[in-house]
């Protein structure tokens, strides 16, 4: 496996760059902006440091044993872009970095601990040597098979479904060899989980005219808390125009909460009842930039209002441009996530959003119901304060979690 860095300007060229030298199989691993340091760093443009990888004949195997150890320090969560709280700055700062130090000293610390358990006892290793004098032993799994044993139990661990963790570990063992080093087997499965996860696919301005944005999901996952987060990004750091409406009736507290924050962020706010209504919001902000709609947080297993919110959303159909994104607690469940995204399913395909990312321990569930539906993921939440707690979601981050035990 080559691994390689290359710097540009953006992050296309710096991608451009990679695809020219290394042939277009490449993998990008990390992407990370790099400030201009020095007296006169003001005057310097900023660059992009782009992280790629590139899978070569097992014969390499033996220049990837160096080169992860690099992957493994660049692509740190701490440089992943976070929305710090305006009022505590070095406080946020100080935080993320003291995140970014347990993930790697667990990550450091995996193969030290993998060495103790593989590494036999010298009265052990003397037992077995008189055993083989009087029988033959059955063949002894390799180290690389405890090896990657244990990668699967960190998995199951992290409460990534047994089904999905097995497969990561059949796919890497395909190209596995006798005596493979360890860091190559973790850098194959750190570079398949990343892939497995793809790039966060976020909301951005459609090419012409305004987007409509459709928020869905299950009651209490944090819906109208998520949306309030997004139009204050969108408003206040993007200067775009935003629109707040609600088909949520049913909870009047869910529609005063959103009215609050649109007084708040001084951006007009409705509440529809009709499908007509969503017609006639299209047809007032035809200028916007976005719309974005809260809708009823009602079970998932009530067939009419499903029906009712399935109607709302394909009256916009081939008018303007839409997007649906299911609104998801991490803390939930994977077999209601499995019903609830079924549910959903029938009403529109969309893309995922995962909220309440602290008030759980383990992260498997991101990789489970991305695996299972296929949809993407885009944003995760991490906390009720409104914009903060929110960040586009990392893929680079969230594996190095998975793989390093709980935080």
Known sequence: MIIKKFTAKTENEAIANAKK???????????????????????????????VALEEESEKYTAAVSAINNVIASNQPKETPVIPTPA???????????ESSAIEEKLDSLQSLLEQQLQKPEEEKEKDDKKEEKREEPKAETEIDKFMKLLHDTMLDNEVDEKYAGEIIDEIEQINKPNMPFDYALANIYQKMILKFGKPDCITPAENGIKIVFF????????????????SIFRVDQKKKVALLTADTYRIAAAEQLR?????????????????????????FKDYDYILVDTAGHSHQNTTQKESMGSFIHSVDDKVNKEVYLVLSATTKYRD????????KEIADYKLIFTKLDETTTLGNLLNLKLYTGASLSYVTYGQNVPDDIEEFNPQSTVKKLLGGKN
């Open 21 to 51: 030298e290394l042939g277009e199989g490449v993998v990008v691993m990390n992407v990370k902006d790099i400030k201009p340091k020095g007296l006169f760093a003001f005057l310097k443009p900023h660059t992009v440091e782009v992280t």
């Open 88 to 98: 505590e700055p070095e406080a946020a700062e100080e935080k993320t970095k003291k």
């Open 216 to 231: 869905i999901g299950p009651t209490g996952v944090g819906k109208t808390t998520t949306i309030a987060k997004l139009a």
């Open 260 to 284: 609050i924050y649109a007084n708040i962020l001084e951006v007009p706010f409705r509440i529809i009842y009709t499908v007509e209504e969503v017609a006639k919001a299209m047809e007032d």
């Open 337 to 344: 996530l499995v019903s609830i995204a079924d549910s959903y």
